[in-house]
């Protein structure tokens, strides 16, 4: 299954939940977007040709990452440009979440292990603006 979250029509966030299953290959960013993820499934005995990556200088101006939650349940929050809560969603074992715009923040419900992707080189305190927001209380075990 797959999880849109938008606001005023754009992509804050997109989950793909471990029970995904599609035959073949999918792209479900658009060509745009500096953070590209795909899915694949291919049977036993297909091949994917050796190749290098030609040198192509890219623009980067908004970080987008990647989280594949390893173990685990995580409330992500998700912010509007102007840190306005907007809401939150739950992602566990075996989720992947891309974080494309907007803000977030993220409170570990259970042990959790993740591992995240993004662009790089890191640049330190300008990379990011931090801010204060405790989201309403909501029991998650019931939405999950």
Excluded at 59 to 66: A, D, I, R, S, W
Excluded at 76 to 87: A, G, P, Q
Excluded at 98 to 123: N, R, T, V
């Amino acid at each position: 299954m797959i999880e849109e979250v938008k606001f005023n029509g754009e992509l804050l966030g997109l989950i793909i939940r471990s029970n995904y299953q599609k035959e073949g290959i999918s792209f479900f960013t658009p060509g745009d977007f500096s953070q590209q993820l795909g899915y694949m499934n291919r049977a036993k005995g297909y091949v994917i040709d050796p190749h290098v990556h030609n040198l192509v200088e890219r623009k980067v101006t908004l970080t987008q990452e990647v989280l594949y939650i390893k173990n685990g349940k995580v409330r992500v929050d998700f912010y509007d440009d102007d840190k306005n809560y907007l809401e939150s969603k739950i992602v566990a074992t075996g989720d992947v979440i891309l974080l494309a715009a907007g803000g977030h923040g993220f409170e570990m419900l259970d042990d959790s292990e993740i591992i995240e992707i993004k662009q790089g080189p890191y640049c330190g305190d300008e990379d990011k603006v931090r801010f204060k927001h405790t989201p309403p209380q909501i029991n998650y075990k019931e939405k999950q």
